[in-house]
């Protein structure tokens, strides 16, 4: 069976501040694709990054940065110097197979992240 | 590029009441879900089509809930009747279909229908 851990519901900070949210994930598939996306107060799931089982390379786009590590099956995101309009929820996610009818995502329950001023 | 468009964005019906949500896709992208989205949840998915095909639909009640993509682009979900657990947001997603590897691409969701059920 596949799932996604958010173990943490809800972090707190002030604006600048690092951030981390972590995700962990259980699967017996060799072929996954692991992804975050954000939801702002809108309503909409943002797209945000999408990885490879294949590829652990760590990612730093802007103030984001991804840490993958399949020995500990985590994906965690880290905000650096935080901002207002990062305060949003984050939901990793998690597809598996590599086969024609394998592409449903199977997302974590979110963690709210909210930045004040 | 135009995202994925839904309406209507909110709904508010009393149960037993039919309600329908409609989704158009982005342009070239074959491959639609409808996803659920509870209070405090992540989506499940509903369903999800190839072109018109309903290739998994599992998890979709069928003794309410009905969909349809005719023509391979638009899409309607039905609910008839709703009930008061049926309140939720209602995402539509769409991806392209990678011809070598034959796996979806990124998942791109539209802005959700809530649905609430008084």
């Known amino acids: 069976a596949q799932k996604v851990t958010q173990a943490q519901t809800e972090i707190s900070v002030v604006e600048k501040e690092d951030v981390t949210l972590d995700c962990v994930y259980e699967?017996?598939?060799?072929?996954?694709?692991l992804f975050w996306y954000k939801q702002p107060p809108s309503g909409e799931l943002v797209f945000l990054i999408r990885?490879?089982?294949?590829?652990?390379q760590n990612e730093i786009s802007g103030r984001y940065s991804w840490n993958f590590q399949k020995s500990t099956s985590s994906f965690n995101f880290t905000i650096t110097a935080s901002q207002v309009v990062d305060s949003a929820v984050y939901f990793c996610?998690?597809?598996?197979?590599?086969?024609?009818?394998?592409?449903?995502?199977?997302f974590g329950t979110g963690t709210r992240l909210q930045v004040f001023p | 590029e135009a995202g994925v468009v839904q309406s209507p964005r909110y709904k508010i019906i009393e149960k037993k009441q039919p309600v329908a949500f409609w989704c158009n896709p982005i342009s070239g992208h074959n491959t639609l879900y409808w996803y659920r989205q509870n209070l405090g949840q992540g989506p499940e998915l509903l369903i999800r089509y190839e072109n018109e095909e309903a290739v998994d639909d599992s998890q979709l009640p069928k003794d309410r809930f009905s969909a349809e993509r005719l023509k391979g682009v638009d899409s309607t979900l039905k609910i008839q009747p709703a009930e008061l657990g049926d309140s939720a947001v209602y995402l539509c997603a769409s991806s392209r279909r990678l011809m070598i590897s034959g796996m979806g691409d990124t998942q791109y969701f539209g802005p959700g229908t809530r649905l609430t059920v008084l």
């Open positions: 990885r490879n089982s294949f590829d652990e």
């Open positions: 699967t017996r598939d060799t072929t996954y694709y």
């Open positions: 996610a998690l597809s598996v197979g590599s086969s024609y009818n394998t592409d449903k995502l199977i």
